[in-house]
């Protein structure tokens, strides 16, 4: 057993000082930290691009010049077209958006279904609904977070300047950085240390270029076939389905959702539902049998009931913002703990000395 010394319970109170001091920085520059954040994420997505620019024989350096200004040179282009037509759409809709029409919304399919359905109880899906719209969303809120969308839009310069030029340095000087977490690691756990960050990097890069890809995808076809259907919002609706796709399972439901709802809250009745019903169904189609298969062939090792549970535990502890997280940081857990068991029982890397 070792002998507990002064030097010792030093060495922890230090320890957990500078744990403390990191949490409140990490707290006190919060924004900063999702700024960088994004950036680590773009890193990622663009990384596999820059390198195969560098292995053609381009410069390092040039390449990720040339990637990021087409990403900012798209972005500008969005954001002169496309964002402001979303913008005008979801400004309108979220006039009529609230608990009110979500209800009402909700006992007319009800009345319907239970004229259809006889044995059906009273009540089913009005008080499912609110339930839902209650513990998930905060459809209550949903003044304060329109506003808090124009508040984070108000910091836009500081993002335009910190995430490219963050994203510029992690991928020019990625590697560098990695050796310099690492020489900060005792040789005893260096091997597991870097094989741990390896596959962090490799998981989650496949995790963003996929969802990614897929998102835009979804975004794509469903705008398209909405607009055939119809929908007069078939824009802004497209894009809610693409970014409501990045969570499994209950991305699709909200789809449907989403589009039942505006077809309404447009029409008034239900002469639009069935066409928007069908519209996201193939798009769903699409998802299931083409997009997921070919984007995600290579890089799905979760099981579908442990995604499941997982976007669950996400849901209860963030709401939205948890199911969105939850895989990333379910992926980071699991490799974290795979490797820390694998290189206990390879390596004895945690062997108590005694």
């Given at each position: 057993?070792?002998?507990?010394?002064?030097?010792?319970?030093?060495?922890?109170?230090?320890?957990?000082?500078?744990?403390?001091?990191?949490?409140?920085?990490?707290?006190?520059?919060?924004?900063?930290?999702?700024?960088?954040?994004?950036?680590?994420?773009?890193?990622?997505?663009?990384?596999?691009?820059?390198?195969?620019?560098?292995?053609?024989?381009?410069?390092?350096?040039?390449?990720?010049?040339?990637?990021?200004?087409?990403?900012?040179?798209?972005?500008?282009?969005?954001?002169?077209?496309?964002?402001?037509?979303?913008?005008?759409?979801?400004?309108?809709?979220?006039?009529?958006?609230?608990?009110e029409t979500i209800n009402y919304i909700a006992?007319?399919?009800?009345?319907?279904?239970?004229?259809?359905?006889p044995y059906l109880p009273e009540g089913f899906l009005v008080n499912n609904v609110s339930m839902m719209v209650d513990h998930f969303f905060n459809i209550d809120d949903v003044?304060?977070?329109?506003?808090?969308?124009?508040?984070?839009f108000t910091n836009l310069f500081t993002a335009a300047l910190i995430v490219p030029f963050a994203t510029f340095?992690?991928?020019?000087?990625g590697s560098k950085l990695r050796r310099q977490v690492l020489?900060?690691?005792?040789?005893?756990?260096?091997?597991?240390?870097?094989?741990?960050?390896?596959?962090?990097?490799?998981?989650?890069?496949?995790?963003?270029?996929g969802v990614g890809l897929q998102s835009t995808l979804v975004a794509f076809f469903s705008t398209?076939?909405?607009?055939?259907?119809?929908?007069n919002n078939a824009l802004s609706v497209g894009v809610a389905i693409g970014l409501a796709n990045t969570i499994p399972y209950f991305g699709p439901i909200l789809g449907y959702f989403l589009s039942i709802v505006i077809a309404i809250i447009e029409t008034g009745d239900f002469s639009l539902?069935?066409?928007?019903?069908?519209?996201?169904?193939?798009?769903?189609?699409?998802?299931?049998?083409i997009f997921q298969p070919f984007i995600f062939s290579r890089t799905a090792d979760l099981h579908p009931l442990y995604v499941l549970f997982i976007i669950l535990i996400g849901a209860e502890l963030g709401g939205l913002?948890?199911?969105?997280?939850?895989?990333?940081i379910a992926t980071v857990l699991r490799v974290i703990i795979t490797q820390i068991i694998w290189s206990f029982k390879n390596y004895n890397v945690f062997r108590i000395e005694s």
């Open positions: 057993m070792k002998e507990i010394t002064f030097d010792k319970v030093a060495r922890f109170f230090v320890y957990v000082l500078l744990a403390a001091l990191l949490i409140f920085l990490l707290w006190r520059f919060s924004l900063l930290m999702v700024y960088g954040v994004i950036a680590l994420v773009l890193s990622y997505v663009l990384d596999p691009v820059v390198n195969r620019m560098q292995t053609s024989g381009m410069n390092r350096t040039l390449a990720i010049a040339i990637v990021l200004t087409s990403l900012i040179l798209v972005i500008i282009w969005a954001s002169t077209t496309i964002i402001p037509n979303i913008g005008n759409q979801i400004a309108r809709l979220a006039q009529q958006f609230n608990v006992g007319t399919i009800e009345l319907y279904l239970i004229q259809a359905i003044q304060n977070v329109i506003a808090n969308i124009f508040g984070l340095f992690f991928l020019r000087d020489r900060l690691v005792p040789n005893k756990y260096f091997e597991m240390t870097m094989n741990i960050i390896n596959k962090i990097e490799t998981r989650l890069g496949a995790h963003f270029r398209v076939l909405l607009g055939i259907a119809g929908l539902v069935i066409n928007c019903i069908l519209a996201v169904m193939v798009v769903q189609i699409m998802d299931n049998i913002v948890g199911m969105l997280v939850a895989i990333p």
